[in-house]
């Protein structure tokens, strides 16, 4: 696939962004309920609103180009990392990277207390520190949240944040996993209905 990388700002803007997904075709592909490129841009404008590092905001609108252990679909395959990286800078890159071929979303769980994620497939071991474990653990919550669902994973996720009090998370991300610790239910999308809502 080509990709315009050539002459590139250091720093894509959102509108470029979002131009890549529609290059990528991730507008004619089918993700929960409506398309792929609606639910990566949802996943991007949740980190944005939790005040995410841009590298981690832009890795979540395109968390899943490479294909994931529940979503299959690729858009570009692993010799398209140079590019990629190009694209949406190193640490992006590097973040989609680990997201698309970890076990997910355990894996950045366990990785907390070994500092390594395992290629699902090929058993490879990443060093993941804990600013990378933070990153891919937003991510992961807001991929989900953007979904609606993910409510076994984020009752596990408050509880680690409870045990990692110095874990680097998003001021966002944690405000909404401390009420969701207090009220006992996963925070629903912004701008989603609650379950309780739609019943």
């Known amino acids: ?34 398309t792929l490129k609606d639910h990566l841009e949802g996943t991007g404008r949740i980190l944005r609103e939790w005040g995410c590092d841009e590298a981690v905001c832009i890795a979540g609108m395109f968390h899943s180009i490479y294909g994931t252990n529940v979503f299959g679909f690729k858009r570009l395959g692993w010799s398209d990392r140079p590019l990629v990286g190009r694209m949406l800078g190193e640490r992006a890159e590097h973040l989609v990277y680990l997201f698309c071929v970890s076990d997910r979303p355990g894996a950045f769980l366990e990785a907390l207390g070994t500092g390594i994620i395992r290629h699902r497939t090929s058993g490879e071991s990443f060093s993941a520190g804990v600013d990378v474990c933070a990153a891919l653990l937003e991510i992961e919550s807001a991929n989900l949240i953007e979904q609606g669902c ?45 379950a309780e809502e739609l019943h």
Request: no cysteine.
């Open 150 to 194: 993910g409510e076994q994973f984020l009752k596990r996720l408050s509880a680690w944040v409870s045990a990692y009090p110095d874990l680097p998370l998003s001021v966002g991300l944690r405000s909404l996993l401390a009420g969701y610790a207090a009220a006992g239910k996963a925070p629903a999308a912004p701008g989603r209905p609650t």
């Open 1 to 34: 696939m080509t990709l315009p990388v050539a002459n590139m700002p250091e720093r894509p803007s959102l509108q470029m962004l979002q131009e890549y997904l529609s290059l990528l075709r991730a507008d004619q592909v089918p993700h929960s309920g409506r």
